[in-house]
């Protein structure tokens, strides 16, 4: 029996951001519809070092395969020259139960499959019409959900903040070259979330930096940082200005991200409604109906997604004789 060994290099050559997005936006679809086989999330916290290991995975439908995926996010390692997120994503046959495929993809997946989710929740909560777009945290989310965005909107101008001022730098330097739109640093989170259309906050803050006083009509968020009980980044009381709240996985919101604060803090409760994305991408839910209306997602990864992007990183790499085989 042999196992396909898929390198980064190889995996970033052969999977992009569009067939991320049409590939999420069907898992979320069969979510909706009952037919994702999806465990509970693992979570190893490591605080002193500011590090965690999340394992998620799902098995969709009748699919030949099933998928494990180990994220890691480690925050201090751009210190070090290092990416924060890594890990790898396994590929089991459904009918042996037998390793069909590793993927080492140090995190790229995991970024790809999560931009693809901001850019899902954007493409039936934004209005259609986008002159800015803001983003807290410049870091690998802050790239990819924009560059996911500008797949399903057009805008004109990027304005950024984040709390380390040489990220922030090369950030507005390299977005332009890479979306073709214009990027300007900021000098506060409230001028980003005044001054935008559509705001995506991505990082791994533990105190919330997003206030209820600056959100406007017509504004959607994406909060996709948040994926930890402890981490948030809009206050509570931003949850209760929405006029549409949306989630991936409201089980999961419910025990992190922003809508488990919410939940604690008493701004919302669960019987609030709170549509999930597979009701969107599945169309019982219309999404945003009016360009006056505010727009909330709180994403906190799912394991569908993992499976998701982890066939079709193994089905690419099978069609063009990527990575080696292993004996087993
Ligand atoms: N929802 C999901 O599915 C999902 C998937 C991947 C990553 N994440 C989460 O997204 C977050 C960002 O991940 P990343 O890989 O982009 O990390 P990253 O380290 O590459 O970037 C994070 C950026 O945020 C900045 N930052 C930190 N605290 C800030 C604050 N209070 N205000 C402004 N800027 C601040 C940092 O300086 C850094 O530039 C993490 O919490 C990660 O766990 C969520």
């Known amino acids: 029996m042999e196992m396909l060994v898929v390198g980064e290099a190889d995996i970033r050559r052969s999977v992009d951001l569009e067939e991320a997005i049409s590939t999420v936006e069907e898992g979320f ?24 290991l999340h394992v998620k995975g799902a098995h969709i439908a009748d699919a030949s395969s099933f998928v494990v995926k180990l994220a890691t996010g480690f925050y ?48 039936y909560l934004a209005k259609q019409e986008l002159s800015t777009v803001g983003v807290v945290g410049a870091g690998a989310q802050g790239r990819y959900q924009v560059m996911a965005l500008a797949k399903v909107r057009r805008f004109e101008k990027l304005l ?14 390299e977005m332009p070259e890479t979306i073709g739109v214009n990027c300007q640093a900021v000098e506060s989170v409230q001028k980003v979330v005044t001054e935008s259309d559509l705001l995506v906050t991505a990082t791994p803050a533990t105190e919330p930096y997003v206030r209820a006083r600056w959100v406007h009509p017509g504004l959607h968020i994406t909060a996709m940082g948040s994926d930890s ?26 025990e992190r991200g922003e809508l488990h604060h919410g939940l604690r803090e008493g701004t919302i409760a669960e019987e609030d409604e709170i549509v999930e994305l597979g009701e969107l991408t599945s169309g019982r839910h219309p ?15 799912v394991g569908v997604q993992d499976a998701g992007i982890a066939t079709l990183a193994y089905e690419k790499a099978l069609q063009s004789g990527l990575g080696s085989s292993l004996e087993l």
């Open 29 to 52: 679809t069969h979510l909706a519809a009952g037919e994702v086989n999806l465990p509970p999330v693992m979570s190893l916290e490591l605080p002193e070092r500011r590090g965690e």
């Open 76 to 123: 201090d390692n751009p210190l070090i020259g290092l990416p924060s997120g890594g890990g790898m994503m396994l590929v089991f046959s459904a009918r042996t139960g037998f390793p069909e495929a590793l993927l080492l993809d140090n995190g790229y997946l995991t970024d790809l499959r999560t931009a693809a989710a901001g850019a899902i929740a954007a493409k």
């Open 160 to 173: 950024a903040y984040d709390i380390d001022r040489e990220r922030l730098e090369r950030y507005v330097k």
């Open 229 to 254: 009980p402890d981490k948030q980044e809009l206050a509570s009381e931003v949850l209760a200005r929405a006029d549409l709240l949306v989630c991936d996985l409201r089980v999961q919101c419910f």
């Open 287 to 301: 999404g945003r109906t009016d360009d006056s209306q505010v727009t909330i997602c709180d994403l906190t990864g």
